[in-house]
């Protein structure tokens, strides 16, 4: 079980010159685990609750609607800010503006808040991918608006039905 600390629901946090991790990873001995997962779609992001206060998990038929809501709504209300870029920039860089985006705003700390403590991200493509080197590039260099790049799990499912992962490697 100790893998899933650094797999599930944690995060890399940008700092000054040494990033940290965030493990919210938990057993059921331990105490409370995140129950959601961070979706990522045409710039906005989102929190969906995968497990319920009874621990059990929500269906699949749930899961599908929440999904297909969060697409066609990520669509309807245009591009989004696409913060998630920011994961992407140099890391002291990124640890100033995390900082600041935390400073000026509770709403702000909140929503990072969430986002660290998503189980996993999902993100919504439109981009097709044709071969699996592509598809490679796509998971791990695509879209940098649409994917939080510091979630040590994230999946990513394109229009045309492929899917990529992109995984943090970190020493445990």
Same mark, same amino acid.
């Given at each position: @079980?100790?893998? +899933?600390?650094?797999? $599930? ?15 919210? $990873?938990?057993?059921?001995? =331990? ?6 997962? @961070? !979706?990522?779609?045409?710039?906005? /992001?989102?929190? /969906? ?6 621990? %059990?998990? *929500? ?7 929440? $999904?297909? &809501?969060? =697409? ?20 002291? *860089? &990124?640890?100033?503006? &995390? ?8 709403? #702000?700390? =909140?929503?990072?808040? /969430?986002?660290?403590?998503?189980? *996993?991200? !999902? ?5 097709? %991918?044709?071969?699996? #080197?592509? #598809?490679?590039?796509?998971? @791990?260099?695509?879209? !940098?608006? #649409?994917? &939080? $790049? ?6 990513? +499912? ?9 995984? =943090?490697? !970190?020493?445990?």
């Amino acid at each position: @079980m100790n893998q +899933f600390r650094s797999l $599930f629901a944690c995060t890399r946090v940008p700092s000054p010159s040494v990033d940290r991790l965030h493990r919210h $990873f938990k057993t059921a001995s =331990e105490g409370p685990c995140p129950r959601h997962l @961070m !979706v990522a779609s045409n710039g906005h /992001v989102y929190s /969906v609750d995968v497990i319920c206060e009874d621990e %059990s998990i *929500i269906s699949i038929s749930e899961l599908k609607q929440q $999904f297909s &809501w969060i =697409e066609s709504h990520s669509k309807s209300i245009g591009r989004g800010p696409g913060v998630s870029a920011l994961t992407t920039t140099n890391r002291d *860089i &990124w640890a100033k503006n &995390w900082k600041h985006l935390v400073d000026i705003s509770s709403t #702000n700390k =909140e929503i990072l808040d /969430v986002i660290d403590k998503a189980l *996993i991200c !999902v993100t919504f493509s439109d981009a097709t %991918s044709g071969t699996i #080197n592509e #598809n490679a590039h796509q998971a @791990m260099c695509g879209d !940098v608006h #649409n994917s &939080w $790049f510091d979630k040590s799990l994230s999946g990513l +499912f394109n229009a045309d039905g492929t899917f990529g992962s992109n995984n =943090e490697v !970190v020493d445990c």
